[in-house]
């Protein structure tokens, strides 16, 4: 019932159509609450606490995947690049404990969320998650006291936690209707100051960047935004026997006749699977519910004779023995690639960051 909701909201968040008119008025009320409680937060009505090293907040607000977890494992390397020790603090999405909890690549996602295993795996980095983005912080730091900067996974709204750089992430879905939840699909107004935009695009056009462009923190016209696409090249099955190039497992699969199904628990599955056409694949489109548990073994039913799926699935995977012999399934890791100008740009507003 939930996914049927999620799939006709998300059909209507694209257009100011009958369903999205008629919530407007409930758009209207969520605006003024959450525009209230950020002016209660810069008024220090509400508290919010700086932590002792900069902290760089990767988020959007449309809500859904838009590619924030590579996005974020690209400014990691980014940072290390430059000479930063960076740590990685989250919410720890599903998670039904509160307090900070370290994270492993080996952690359950269950207990940490899925998308601060796939980083800490990928960065190799600190990872510390919690409701609380300042005490998971505090608590980050405390166990690794060489960490000099902090970046925030999906903290934009937390404004309990003081922030040096914000970065809002978009892609090709630009800002939907333009609407607020539940009418349209964004937590905050388009207009939302912010220090640097980007777009996960392959194609980044005047209209689309229009769209997505606020201003900065500081109220003057923001840059224009910076286009990230996200790259694949190889697969590896999900017991690690054997990794090839995408495209050599496309042609081996037409080869040999083999019918082929991709599986995506994100929150833009279309995206995956519009990757994996582009190289040559046709697959059985099996679109699950962001952050999906797999409990429910929903390739059972399946005959395909491989089965691709994200690396944020894979992390849940190999973490349930049902899954882990099961030679259909593919994994294919995606990297962000974004202008190094970027790079250059966030290391010169973190260098200028003043401590606490």
């Given at each position: 019932?939930?996914?049927?909701?999620?799939?006709?909201?998300?059909?209507?968040?694209?257009?100011?159509?009958?369903?999205?008119?008629?919530?407007?008025?409930?758009?209207?009320?969520?605006?003024?609450?959450?525009?209230?409680?950020?002016?209660?937060?810069?008024?220090?009505?509400?508290?919010?606490?700086?932590?002792?090293?900069?902290?760089?907040?990767?988020?959007?607000?449309?809500?859904?995947?838009?590619?924030?977890?590579?996005?974020?494992?690209?400014?990691?390397?980014?940072?290390?690049?430059?000479?930063?020790?960076?740590?990685?603090?989250?919410?720890?999405?599903?998670?039904?404990?509160?307090?900070?909890?370290?994270?492993?690549?080996?952690?359950?996602?269950?207990?940490?969320?899925?998308?601060?295993?796939?980083?800490?795996?990928?960065?190799?980095?600190?990872?510390?998650?919690?409701?609380?983005?300042?005490?998971?912080?505090?608590?980050?730091?405390?166990?690794?006291?060489?960490?000099?900067?902090?970046?925030?996974?999906?903290?934009?709204?937390?404004?309990?936690?003081?922030?040096?750089?914000?970065?809002?992430?978009?892609?090709?879905?630009?800002?939907?209707?333009?609407?607020?939840?539940?009418?349209?699909?964004?937590?905050?107004?388009?207009?939302?100051?912010?220090?640097?935009?980007?777009?996960?695009?392959?194609?980044?056009?005047?209209?689309?960047?229009?769209?997505?462009?606020?201003?900065?923190?500081?109220?003057?016209?923001?840059?224009?935004?910076?286009?990230?696409t996200l790259q694949a090249d190889r697969a590896e099955r999900l017991t690690g026997a054997e990794s090839m190039p995408l495209a050599d497992l496309a042609a081996r699969a037409r080869q040999q006749g083999w019918t082929v199904a991709a599986a995506a628990g994100i929150g833009n599955p279309g995206?995956?699977?519009?990757?994996?056409?582009?190289?040559?694949?046709?697959?059985?489109?099996?679109?699950?519910?962001?952050?999906?548990?797999?409990?429910?073994?929903?390739?059972?039913?399946?005959?395909?004779?491989?089965?691709?799926?994200?690396?944020?699935?894979?992390?849940?995977?190999?973490?349930?023995?049902?899954?882990?012999?099961?030679?259909?399934?593919?994994?294919?890791?995606?990297?962000?690639?974004?202008?190094?100008?970027?790079?250059?740009?966030?290391?010169?507003?973190?260098?200028?960051?003043?401590?606490?």
């Open positions: 019932m939930t996914s049927k909701l999620e799939t006709v909201l998300t059909r209507n968040w694209q257009r100011r159509g009958p369903l999205a008119c008629a919530l407007w008025p409930v758009s209207v009320l969520f605006g003024g609450l959450a525009g209230l409680r950020a002016q209660l937060f810069r008024a220090g009505v509400l508290k919010s606490e700086r932590l002792p090293v900069p902290v760089v907040v990767v988020g959007n607000i449309y809500i859904g995947g838009t590619g924030k977890t590579p996005l974020t494992i690209w400014l990691v390397q980014a940072l290390r690049d430059a000479g930063f020790t960076p740590g990685v603090i989250s919410r720890g999405f599903g998670s039904q404990e509160s307090g900070p909890r370290p994270v492993t690549p080996s952690s359950p996602p269950r207990d940490v969320g899925d998308e601060p295993v796939l980083i800490a795996a990928r960065t190799g980095c600190p990872v510390m998650v919690g409701r609380q983005r300042v005490e998971a912080g505090r608590a980050l730091l405390a166990a690794h006291p060489e960490v000099d900067i902090l970046v925030a996974d999906d903290g934009l709204q937390h404004y309990a936690m003081q922030r040096d750089v914000e970065i809002i992430l978009f892609d090709g879905r630009g800002v939907g209707n333009g609407w607020l939840l539940p009418a349209g699909p964004l937590r905050e107004k388009p207009s939302r100051r912010r220090d640097v935009t980007v777009v996960n695009t392959p194609q980044l056009n005047a209209r689309l960047a229009a769209s997505v462009q606020g201003r900065t923190r500081r109220g003057n016209a923001a840059s224009m935004p910076v286009q990230m995206r995956f699977f519009t990757m994996l056409k582009g190289f040559g694949f046709d697959p059985a489109e099996i679109a699950l519910p962001d952050h999906h548990d797999f409990l429910d073994r929903p390739f059972d039913s399946v005959t395909a004779d491989v089965i691709l799926m994200t690396e944020k699935d894979a992390v849940k995977c190999r973490q349930l023995t049902e899954f882990r012999d099961d030679p259909r399934l593919w994994v294919v890791p995606v990297s962000a690639r974004i202008d190094a100008a970027l790079a250059q740009q966030l290391v010169e507003k973190c260098r200028g960051c003043s401590t606490a």
